[in-house]
């Protein structure tokens, strides 16, 4: 009842001041639209012989015949199996990481010296994907300060069997901070009154966080998780492209840089957004099972 009387007040309120909604959700609603709904027509290349000239109508129907064809492809299973790797091994070492940093700075008790660390953990999310990679290069090439910290002569960005760790690891260096916001905002709901109490029964760090700070930041590592785990196919090219070099590509050539290359730089249009689309209904399959993988395991809770 109390549940139905809420309902009931929220709605009267809404349709009170429907014109103040509108003002200020009307902008958004329409951008929106048309920078994300509009342009989901463009899939209808990905069933035709595509031509700037014919248009979206005039262009020939040709069904899933890019879809065999890229399925049928020779490198169809190594694009894949590179951008699963490359994927779910960023997701195993970098998704506990911005979780143990939060945990980390929720023991600091001076606020002047956690405000600090928290800058410097920040600060490496605002560097664009191509200055980090510029950065990667210079650092990891002949002459650069790694070979020359062991006395060495590695070029490692022409070794496929280092792009993956270079990639990864690059990547939590940037955004681990970054990421630990939401956690840390979590973390700041946690009982302290749970916290004296479970120091004063003489509970260590590790029993006070499985009791106190674990309940709090819970929910919002299910629900990151759940995220990112239904968008394991969904590497941009463009941290993947920089660090490519004609040597590493048998394990830099992910999907997203194929489809750019076969779109963008061979014109293929069609064929590219076929397998942009076979993309992305794999990471929507991923999302819902996923999802409902993670229902399962915590008692009913997902997305």
Known sequence: M???????????????HWRLYVFFLGP??????????LPMGGILIAFEKYSP???????????????????????????????????????????PVPIILALLLNRIESSKIKQKIQLVLYMPNFISVIV???????????TGPVNMLFDSTINFLTLPEAFRPIYIISGIWQGAGWASIMYTAALANASQELKEAAQIDGANIFQQIKAVEWPAIK???????????????????????????????GASEIISTYVYKKGLLDGNYSYSTAVGLFNTVINLILLITVNKVVEKMNDGQGL
Request: aromatic letters at 16%; proline letters at 1%; hydrophobic letters at 50%.
């Open 2 to 16: 109390k549940k139905e009387g809420k309902m009931n007040a929220t709605l009267t309120y809404v349709m009170h």
């Open 28 to 37: 958004a609603l329409v951008l929106t639209i048309i920078f994300k709904y």
């Open 53 to 95: 000239f014919k248009g979206f109508l005039g262009s020939d129907w040709v069904g899933l015949e890019y879809f065999k064809q890229f399925l049928s492809s020779p490198d169809f299973m190594s694009y894949l199996i590179n951008t699963l790797k490359l994927s779910i091994f960023g997701l195993l070492w970098g998704f």
């Open 132 to 142: 980090l990679c510029g950065m990667v290069r210079i650092l990891l090439s002949v």
């Open 219 to 249: 929910d919002m590592v299910v629900i990151q998780f759940i995220l990112q785990a239904g968008n394991i196919m969904s590497i941009g090219f463009e941290k993947a492209y920089a660090l490519q070099t004609d040597l590493n590509l």
